[in-house]
């Protein structure tokens, strides 16, 4: 087998709902996005978002065809399944709400027949009035939660949770959630799709209609026992001399750093993992492999595994976020 050791950087997967807005081209320059953007799928191995390498040796093949051809080469020694990808990487920006939902994890995801979705928020822009909704009030039941769905008033029963850029929170699968109006997010989650809509704030779509809920599976996928999510804030220290690197989130499924870059760094690679890499600020070069591309703010890249190592080379300040599994 020969080997995938270049950076890769693939055409994003745009999707048009409803809430989504136009923040995704107006703050990133992104050129061929629908009117209403609600997400860029940046990183993706689905049948309904699959990433196509945008240059470089292996432009014009998918993410899903490349992780069937080099496997562990690509995805890394910690892959549950080597040959398909286990996250999926995506912006979204939110106009309005989001409707309240449910994932399903691995417990109970055999109730449903649905894929296990655990997931994080970066905040990357915000309103001065958003939030997030994320886990339910103390002292509500199955019960409580089912009178509130069916009187239209289920947004009594979810904690709210102001935010501002920067900040960070993880969302386990099993956990009810919406991401508010004026949050524009950086998400990692595990590779799937599974959504079930628990409540829509009574809202009347363009057809004059509601859109469908899936109630009887949310209730299945809520798990009662999770403590309340609490927000990371994983601020750097101001220092114009020297990259830092801040924790944001570990599970069992990945884990996200901050890497404040303002001089060139050599990182490693140990065959466990890819890197994924976002760039929240700035501009970066990446060499991996003999080539370089350059990440413009709000762009991605992935390393694959065997890669062995990689160069950042900021122009200046770079604020990126990178994830391993």
Known sequence: ??????????????????????????????????????ESWEIAARPDGDSVVSHGRFAGQSLSELTAEFGTCLT???????????????????RECLSVQVHPNESNACLTGGE??????????????SCLYAGLREGSSPAMLQAALSAGSAEQHLLRLKVKPGQALFIPGGLVHAIG?????YEIQQNSNTTYRLFDWNRIGPDNKSRALHIEDSLKSIDWSLPAPQLVSP???ADNHNNQSIHVSRCAFFTTR???VVAPENLTLDGTSFHAIFNAEGV??????GKTVRLDTGTSA???ADAKGYRLTPAGHAKLFVTSL
């Open 258 to 260: 901050q890497l404040d």
């Open 181 to 185: 109006a004026g949050c524009l997010i």
């Open 284 to 289: 970066v070069e990446i060499t991996a492999g």
């Open 1 to 38: 087998m020969h080997f995938v050791r270049e950076p890769l950087v693939f055409k994003p997967a745009y999707k048009e709902y409803i809430w989504g807005g136009s923040r995704i081209s107006e703050k990133y320059g992104r050129l061929g996005t629908p009117d209403i953007c609600a």
């Open 302 to 304: 992935l390393i694959p």
């Open 76 to 94: 890394g020694t910690r892959a549950p399944e080597p040959s398909r990808f286990p996250l999926l990487f995506k912006l979204i920006d939110a």
């Open 235 to 237: 601020a750097a220290k």
């Open 116 to 129: 296990p979705k655990t997931e994080l928020w970066v905040v990357l822009d915000c309103t001065p009035d």
